[in-house]
């Protein structure tokens, strides 16, 4: 069955350490990943994703993630947070082989930064 | 950029009402979605319509339906209101289902039935 799980509810960083929040997925066919930052009381902003190429990719606000196929993981990283990259963060995948093209996103990481 | 415009960001509405929450898009995308996101839960899909006049059931439809006449329009219906339904309803777009299309979301409705 496909399934993405964020494990950690929440991540509590000290502004200027690095980050990372974590995701790990379950699909039949090739992944396409996604990372989605949502603001409190806002819509959900697009961030990052992967679809083939290079593992590392590059996306908004100095946040990237790796796509580890042998680790089926797709975790979320910043050299360096700011306090207002305190957000709720939602990983999400489409399955390759899912004719339907649906995203399945997991539950969300509340991401707080310490000033 | 794309805009995903939902009617209103708050509702108070009283149980047993039917309730409507709109949503536009301004980009001409094919594919529209509705979501509901509870706290731990995630996002929940409960319709989502590949294109006009279509819809398809997501994983919770119960007690909603849709309705897309237009393209760029894609409303959400609550048929008579439950405290059950009381929750944040977000709206999506993507431009068309096939690739690594990204979603675009609306701000958020945060609908409380009393």
């Known amino acids: 069955a496909q399934s993405v799980a964020q494990p950690e509810d929440q991540v509590n960083v000290a502004e200027g350490n690095p980050l990372t929040v974590k995701c790990t997925y379950s699909v039949s066919g090739n992944p396409y990943l996604f990372w989605y930052v949502q603001y409190p009381n806002r819509g959900l902003q697009f961030l990052l994703k992967y679809i083939t190429g290079d593992n590392l990719v590059k996306g908004s606000y100095g946040f990237e993630a790796e796509f580890n196929k042998s680790q089926t993981s797709f975790h979320l990283k910043k050299p360096s947070a700011l306090v207002s990259d305190s957000a709720l963060y939602f990983c999400?995948?489409?399955?390759?082989?899912?004719?339907?093209?649906?995203?399945?996103w997991g539950a969300g990481t509340k991401l707080i930064i310490k000033p | 950029d794309v805009k995903v415009t939902q009617s209103s960001r708050y509702l108070v509405k009283r149980t047993g009402e039917k309730v409507f929450l709109e949503c536009v898009q301004d980009?001409?995308?094919?594919?529209m979605f509705w979501y509901r996101q509870d706290p731990g839960l995630g996002l929940r899909l409960i319709y989502f319509s590949y294109d006009v006049k279509m819809k398809e059931k997501g994983d919770i439809p119960e007690g909603y339906s849709v309705s897309r006449e237009k393209k760029e329009r894609f409303s959400l219906i609550l048929e008579s209101a439950s405290t059950n339904q009381t929750s944040m309803y977000l709206c999506a777009s993507r431009l068309y289902r096939e690739g690594g299309t990204e979603a675009f979301f609306g701000q958020g409705t945060r609908l409380t039935v009393v």
């Open positions: 980009m001409d995308h094919e594919n």
């Open positions: 999400a995948v489409r399955d390759g082989a899912d004719s339907n093209y649906q995203l399945i």
